[in-house]
């Protein structure tokens, strides 16, 4: 069942990440499984996106693989050496490879800092450099990201929030990273301030040779930037494959259910039913089988006693073993050419 041929770059094999949950006495009461055999592969110079609801793992699987978090389970390997599983302590050089862009840049940059210190900062850590060497470095990077050299003197509460996205990633682009995961790197951001954000990451990917992960509940802008998506559901991946191919065509009840519930960006049809059912269930009190039946109009009794894992046909798996029985791709029309042209 393998997914791509090329080497890959990040091999991530049946990730987990559970929180206890402690009650009276920090006594462990029950056990939240946040990130749950999650497995892909990605390649140099990929894109690829993250989407699903509020409370999917999105972001546990951005920290789980940046090291922020400690596997439960599974293993993560990074141009084949392995970076993280439940026994292992994450060496401070994989952590510079690998950098995690929180959705707000207030989190990485202190505000009794100039952004000149907080630049040099990482470097002040990661490296030996003379002051005259990080300098250089600092300013190369404020360069890259649109930052003028005189702003490198301004604390945080003196830019913009367009400026303090910028400074947030040069933060990290100084460590000379090769994986970014950006998570949510354009909510709360006006339409015109998240154009200019992206063009700038692409920008940035051709000139440093990134590989991004991007994280993003907005399906237009993972549809415009990623070139292959993965869609999460409680803990979960429930579909992975090209981008157009799965927002065209997508196999997953639950894929479809997002794309019914955003018609703007011209999926495949809405048809009722696919629209989901009630609310997503208490994360502490999991449905057996496949995940996503409780809310699925399509699920049957024996969804409850299915082994549910990605099945791989090409590039495209699907985590329902049933995809092929409603033809999912029969009820939708084909969308209209591609206004935008996926990325990386
Ligand atoms: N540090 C934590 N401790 C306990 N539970 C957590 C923690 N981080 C996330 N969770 C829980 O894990 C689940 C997934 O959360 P998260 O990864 O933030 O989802 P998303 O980014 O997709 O919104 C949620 O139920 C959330 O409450
Ligand atoms: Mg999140």
């Not at 497995?39 to 789980?64: N, P, R, Y």
């Not at 208490?282 to 496949?290: A, K, N």
């Not at 082994?307 to 798996?317: I, K, P, T, W």
Request: proline share 8%; hydrophobic share 40%.
């Amino acid at each position: 069942m393998l997914e791509q041929s090329s080497s890959p770059l990040l091999e991530v094999s049946h990730l987990a990440r559970h929180f206890p949950v402690r009650g009276f006495l920090n006594r462990r009461v029950a056990t939240l499984r946040a990130l749950d055999d999650v497995s892909f592969t990605m390649t140099e110079g990929e894109v690829l996106g993250i989407v699903g609801e509020t409370g999917s793992g999105k972001s546990t699987l951005g920290k789980t693989l940046m090291g922020i978090h400690r596997p439960t389970g599974g293993e993560v390997r990074l141009g084949g050496e392995q970076i993280a599983s439940p026994s292992q302590k994450r060496a401070a050089l994989v952590r510079a490879r690998l950098q995690y862009v929180y959705q707000d840049p207030g989190a990485s940059l202190d505000p009794r800092w100039t952004l000149r210190r907080s630049l040099h900062e990482p470097l002040v850590i990661h490296t030996n450099w003379s002051h005259a060497q990080r300098e250089a470095k600092v300013r190369e990077i404020a360069a890259a990201v649109d930052l003028p050299p005189t702003h490198l003197d301004l604390y945080p509460h003196e830019i913009s929030g367009g400026q303090l996205r910028r400074a947030g990633l040069a933060r990290i682009l100084v460590l000379n990273p090769q994986l970014i995961i950006l998570d949510e790197p354009t909510a709360g951001l006006d339409v015109s301030v998240q154009a200019a954000i992206l063009a700038l990451l692409r920008e940035l990917k051709r000139e440093f040779n990134l590989t991004y992960i991007l994280i993003s509940h907005d399906l237009a802008v993972v549809r415009s930037f990623s070139a292959r998506v993965a869609v999460m559901y409680l803990g979960r991946i429930v579909e992975i494959g090209p981008t157009a191919e799965v927002f065209a065509a997508p196999r997953h009840p639950y894929t479809r259910s997002l794309l019914a519930a955003a018609p703007r960006i011209g999926g495949p049809r809405v048809t009722e039913s696919f629209l989901l059912l009630g609310e997503p269930p208490d994360p502490l009190q999991l449905p057996w089988g496949c995940r996503f039946r409780t809310r699925c109009c399509l699920a049957m009794p024996e969804c409850a006693g299915l082994a549910v894992q990605l099945e791989y046909e090409a590039r495209h798996g699907v985590a329902c073993p049933r995809w092929r029985q409603w033809d999912i791709r029969n009820q939708g029309t084909p969308p209209s050419p591609g206004t935008s042209v996926p990325f990386g």
